[in-house]
């Protein structure tokens, strides 16, 4: 079976300002297979959200390769679907309406496209918020709806960059257990960046680590051996869960001083 994402040797460098080349990115290679939820941790400003980018046809790597099931990529990913951590919701249209404008763009009649919007809001537990505007939604809901905008397109691939990362812990939690439960019914392959190696244990089945920067690298890459379905609360009782954090700990920790130093320094 093909891989859905393959990111083959990719250097990522940008010029700066005086002339030179800041070299992001250095010989990173990841496969996700198709069906599979991978996890990429590392250090602030260690191109885990390039890579998501890459992966998502933003951005070109300066050298390397990236395929998509098999073919190589050259401009957007048509088959992926893109989460940020920021709020992609318009404030002048309805969670209903945001939900919609995915379909309608893709010349979905408005009407088709409503009803359809209506049933994934459902799904997210929003049935009843389809005509609230997003200032009246709370920062989960406003997630949901995001969720929501993303999935009802039904994309092969999930990328999604700190989703989560503004919410508080209990909301996190119940936002988590909702995307294991989404995922779980059509295995979409997902790429996942995330700051938490907690977050990232609970909901993957891989998780990658990157090196601090300049020329980050993938320095790890670990199965996660617990079983589905998760219960994200529940699973961080089990001992596999703090033997696996602890093993990867071990060596993400070198990298998050190393990153903090460099910020300090900066």
């Not at 049935?127 to 995001?146: A, C, E, I, W």
């Not at 989404?182 to 907690?198: G, N, P, Q, R």
């Not at 990658?208 to 020329?215: L, T």
């Amino acid at each position: 079976m093909a891989a859905a994402v393959s990111l083959n040797n990719v250097d990522v460098a940008f010029r700066l300002a005086d002339g030179g080349t800041y070299r992001a990115v250095a010989q990173a290679s990841l496969t996700v297979a198709d069906g599979e939820f991978v996890a990429i941790v590392g250090p602030t400003g260690c191109g885990k959200s390039t890579l998501l980018n890459i992966a998502a046809g933003l951005l070109a790597p300066f050298s390397g390769g990236v395929e998509i099931y098999d073919a190589g990529l050259s401009g957007l990913n048509r088959q992926a679907g893109y989460l940020f951590q920021a709020d992609a919701l318009f404030p002048w249209k309805t969670a209903a309406d945001n939900v919609a404008i995915g379909l309608e763009i893709a010349g979905i009649a408005a009407s088709e496209a409503r009803a359809r919007a209506q049933q994934w809001l459902s799904r997210v537990g929003l049935g009843t918020f389809g005509d609230r505007y997003p200032h009246m939604l709370s920062g989960g809901q406003r997630k949901r709806v995001g969720l929501a905008q993303v999935l009802i397109r039904n994309p092969k691939i999930l990328l999604m960059d700190e989703p989560f990362g503004p919410l508080d812990a209990q909301t996190r939690q119940i936002m988590g257990n909702l995307l294991l439960d989404l995922w779980s019914a059509d295995k979409k392959a997902v790429l996942f960046v995330t700051h938490d190696l907690e977050e990232a244990i609970a909901l993957s089945d891989r998780v990658v680590i990157m090196s601090a920067g300049p020329a980050a690298r993938i320095i790890g890459d670990w199965k996660v051996p617990l079983a589905r379905p998760r219960d994200i609360a529940e699973i961080k009782l089990d001992k596999a869960f703090h033997d696996l954090h602890r093993e990867i700990w071990q060596v993400l920790r070198a990298e998050v001083i190393k990153g903090y130093a460099q910020t300090e320094a900066a």
